[in-house]
C-alpha cells in the first residue's frame, strides 16, 4: 500500500471523526489534511498509520481551540437554523434532530466523545486505549458509561423516534 | 459466575473478548436473564448512538482533499522520507495472514439484470474491468476500516457466503465460516436487517446508517439488502466482491467457479 492508497482509505474516517467532534467542516478538513502532512514525515508500521493519525488530529483539534479560545464553540459550531417558514418541515425536523445530537455530544466530556467516535469510526479497544491514554481493559466499561450518558442528554431532548 | 459489567458485555458485543472469555460469559449468558436483558439493552444504546450520530451530515470532500494534499506534496512541503518506510513492509507481510474464504454468489441475483446470467455477465463484467481491476468505488457510506488487506498464493481457513435473492431481498448468508472472517456491507440507501440463524447462538455485530459490520460469523448470519438500494458494496475481510450501483451489478474479483447458478470466489487475506 503506498500513501496515497492510505490517504484515500482513512481520509473519510478520519475527516468524519473531526466534523463530528468539532461540529466545524472547515476545521475538520484543516486538521485531517494537516495530519496526514506530518504522516508523510513519519513514515510508521501500517499497524500504527490509523491510532497515530487520530492522535495527532485530536491534538490539533485542542491546539486550535487553545488558539482560538473558543472550544465550546468548536462543537456548536453547526449551521444556524433558518426560520421554519423558509423551510419544508422534515428540513426544520432534521436540522433539530442534528442540533440535538450535537448538544448530546457537547454535553460529554472530550473524553467520552472521542470513546464514542473512535467506536464509531471501528477501531478496536486497544487502539482506543493508546489514543485516549487509558488501560485497554477499561475501554469497554468506559464507553458503556459514554453511550448512556449520552442517550440519556439525547432523549431528553425528545429526539428519539 | 456473578452477572457480567456492562464493560464485559459491551466488549462481548463489539467482538473484543478473547475467545475463552467470550466462551466463559455464553455460558453464563445462557442461563441468566438479567445479564441477556442487559446485552440486549446495551446493543439497543449502541444502536441508538449509532444512528444519532448518522444523522449529523457528513460530506467527505475526499476529491478536493486528495488535490489539495497533492499540490502541498508536489510543492515539496513538507520534504518526505521515503514512503512507506522498511517497517511498513514487515508490518505488511506480518499482518498477511493464511486464509481463504470462498464467496458464494448465487445465480439469482442475477435478477436484478433482466435476462443476463451470472456467468455472461460476470464473465463480461470482469473482461471489461480487468480482473482485480476494479470500477470507480461507489459512493456508499463509510465503513469502519478493513481487517486486512489481500495478497495472493496463500491458503488457510474456508468459509462459505451465499448471495440469495429471496423474498425481493438480496441476502448474504453465511453458511460455514472461519471465525476471523468479517463481513461489511454498506449501502447507499434503505436499511438492511440482519439476524442469526443460529436458534441459540447470540450474533455480535455492528451497524449504522449504511453499513453493517459482522463481527462474528460462527454461528452463521443473514443480511437482507433492500432490492430497491441503489448502491451497495459487499466486503469480506476488506475485499470488496460485489458491489451495485447506477450502471448495475459488479463483481469486483475474479471467480474459481462459475456454474451458470452460483459463482464462487476466493478471497485471500
Same mark, same amino acid.
Given at each position: 500500500?503506498?500513501?496515497?492508497?492510505?490517504?484515500?482509505?482513512?481520509?473519510?474516517?478520519?475527516?468524519?471523526y473531526?466534523?463530528?467532534?468539532?461540529?466545524?467542516?472547515?476545521?475538520?478538513?484543516? &486538521?485531517?489534511? $494537516?495530519a496526514?502532512?506530518r504522516?508523510?514525515?513519519?513514515?510508521?508500521?501500517?499497524s500504527?498509520?490509523?491510532?497515530w493519525?487520530?492522535?495527532?488530529?485530536?491534538?490539533?483539534? =485542542?491546539? =486550535?481551540?487553545?488558539?482560538?479560545? =473558543?472550544?465550546?464553540?468548536l462543537?456548536?459550531?453547526a449551521?444556524?437554523?433558518?426560520?421554519?417558514?423558509?423551510r419544508?418541515?422534515?428540513?426544520?425536523? =432534521?436540522?433539530?434532530?442534528?442540533?440535538?445530537?450535537?448538544?448530546?455530544?457537547e454535553?460529554?466530556?472530550?473524553?467520552?466523545?472521542?470513546?464514542?467516535?473512535?467506536?464509531?469510526?471501528?477501531?478496536?479497544?486497544?487502539? &482506543?486505549?493508546?489514543? &485516549?491514554g487509558v488501560?485497554?481493559?477499561?475501554?469497554?466499561?468506559l &464507553?458503556?458509561?459514554?453511550?448512556?450518558?449520552?442517550?440519556?442528554?439525547?432523549?431528553?431532548?425528545?429526539?428519539? $423516534? | 459466575?456473578?452477572?457480567?459489567?456492562? +464493560?464485559?458485555l459491551?466488549?462481548?458485543?463489539?467482538?473484543?473478548?478473547?475467545?475463552?472469555?467470550?466462551?466463559t460469559?455464553?455460558?453464563?449468558?445462557? !442461563?441468566?436473564g438479567?445479564c441477556? @436483558?442487559? %446485552? *440486549?439493552?446495551?446493543?439497543?444504546?449502541?444502536?441508538?448512538? /449509532?444512528?444519532?450520530?448518522?444523522l449529523?451530515?457528513? @460530506?467527505?470532500?475526499?476529491?478536493?482533499?486528495?488535490?489539495?494534499?497533492?499540490?502541498?506534496?508536489?510543492a515539496?512541503?513538507?520534504? *518526505?522520507?521515503?514512503? #512507506?518506510?522498511?517497517?511498513?513492509?514487515?508490518?505488511?507481510?506480518?499482518?498477511?495472514?493464511?486464509?481463504?474464504?470462498?464467496?458464494?454468489?448465487?445465480?439469482?441475483? /442475477?435478477?436484478a439484470?433482466?435476462?443476463?446470467?451470472?456467468?455472461?455477465?460476470?464473465v463480461?463484467?470482469?473482461?471489461?474491468?480487468?480482473? +482485480?481491476?476494479?470500477?470507480?468505488?461507489v459512493?456508499?457510506? *463509510?465503513?469502519?476500516?478493513?481487517a486486512? /488487506?489481500?495478497?495472493?498464493?496463500?491458503?488457510?481457513?474456508?468459509?462459505?457466503?451465499? %448471495?440469495?435473492?429471496?423474498? +425481493?431481498?438480496v441476502?448474504?448468508?453465511?453458511?460455514a465460516?472461519?471465525p *476471523?472472517?468479517?463481513?461489511?456491507?454498506?449501502?447507499?440507501?434503505?436499511?438492511?436487517?440482519?439476524? /442469526?440463524?443460529?436458534?441459540?447462538?447470540i450474533?455480535?455485530?455492528?451497524?449504522?446508517?449504511?453499513?453493517?459490520?459482522?463481527?462474528?460469523v460462527?454461528? +452463521?448470519v443473514?443480511?437482507?439488502? #433492500?432490492?430497491?438500494?441503489?448502491?451497495?458494496?459487499?466486503?469480506?475481510?476488506?475485499q470488496?466482491?460485489?458491489?451495485?450501483?447506477?450502471?448495475? %451489478?459488479?463483481i %469486483?474479483?475474479?471467480?474459481v467457479?462459475?456454474?451458470?447458478?452460483?459463482?464462487?470466489?476466493?478471497?485471500? !487475506?
Amino acid at each position: 500500500m503506498d500513501f496515497d492508497d492510505l490517504f484515500q482509505g482513512l481520509y473519510p474516517s478520519l475527516y468524519r471523526y473531526l466534523h463530528r467532534l468539532t461540529g466545524d467542516a472547515d476545521a475538520a478538513e484543516d &486538521i485531517a489534511q $494537516e495530519a496526514f502532512v506530518r504522516l508523510l514525515r513519519q513514515p510508521l508500521p501500517e499497524s500504527e498509520v490509523r491510532p497515530w493519525l487520530f492522535t495527532v488530529a485530536m491534538n490539533l483539534v =485542542r491546539d =486550535r481551540a487553545r488558539k482560538l479560545d =473558543r472550544r465550546q464553540r468548536l462543537l456548536s459550531a453547526a449551521p444556524p437554523l433558518v426560520s421554519a417558514m423558509s423551510r419544508p418541515d422534515e428540513d426544520v425536523e =432534521r436540522m433539530e434532530r442534528v442540533a440535538s445530537v450535537r448538544s448530546a455530544l457537547e454535553s460529554l466530556s472530550e473524553r467520552d466523545r472521542q470513546l464514542l467516535l473512535m467506536r464509531e469510526e471501528g477501531f478496536k479497544y486497544e487502539e &482506543i486505549a493508546n489514543v &485516549i491514554g487509558v488501560a485497554p481493559a477499561s475501554v469497554g466499561t468506559l &464507553i458503556a458509561r459514554a453511550l448512556r450518558r449520552f442517550v440519556e442528554v439525547y432523549r431528553a431532548r425528545g429526539s428519539v $423516534e | 459466575m456473578t452477572h457480567a459489567e456492562n +464493560g464485559t458485555l459491551l466488549s462481548y458485543l463489539d467482538g473484543e473478548l478473547a475467545g475463552p472469555q467470550a466462551r466463559t460469559l455464553e455460558g453464563h449468558l445462557a !442461563s441468566c436473564g438479567a445479564c441477556r @436483558e442487559d %446485552l *440486549e439493552g446495551l446493543r439497543g444504546l449502541a444502536a441508538e448512538v /449509532s444512528r444519532a450520530l448518522g444523522l449529523i451530515p457528513v @460530506e467527505v470532500p475526499l476529491a478536493e482533499a486528495r488535490a489539495r494534499f497533492a499540490r502541498e506534496r508536489a510543492a515539496g512541503n513538507p520534504p *518526505e522520507p521515503a514512503w #512507506p518506510a522498511r517497517p511498513w513492509r514487515f508490518a505488511t507481510a506480518g499482518l498477511l495472514k493464511a486464509a481463504a474464504i470462498v464467496l458464494l454468489v448465487a445465480g439469482a441475483v /442475477s435478477a436484478a439484470i433482466p435476462g443476463s446470467p451470472v456467468r455472461r455477465w460476470a464473465v463480461a463484467l470482469l473482461l471489461r474491468a480487468g480482473v +482485480g481491476d476494479a470500477p470507480a468505488p461507489v459512493q456508499v457510506a *463509510e465503513p469502519p476500516a478493513p481487517a486486512t /488487506s489481500g495478497t495472493a498464493g496463500q491458503t488457510g481457513a474456508v468459509s462459505t457466503f451465499g %448471495l440469495p435473492v429471496q423474498g +425481493g431481498q438480496v441476502r448474504v448468508s453465511v453458511r460455514a465460516a472461519d471465525p *476471523e472472517a468479517r463481513i461489511v456491507v454498506r449501502q447507499v440507501d434503505g436499511e438492511g436487517g440482519i439476524h /442469526s440463524t443460529s436458534p441459540t447462538e447470540i450474533l455480535r455485530y455492528r451497524t449504522g446508517p449504511g453499513w453493517v459490520d459482522v463481527l462474528d460469523v460462527r454461528s +452463521g448470519v443473514v443480511i437482507e439488502i #433492500p432490492k430497491t438500494l441503489r448502491g451497495a458494496t459487499i466486503e469480506v475481510n476488506g475485499q470488496v466482491f460485489w458491489k451495485k450501483d447506477v450502471d448495475g %451489478l459488479h463483481i %469486483l474479483q475474479p471467480t474459481v467457479q462459475d456454474s451458470g447458478d452460483e459463482s464462487v470466489f476466493r478471497a485471500r !487475506s
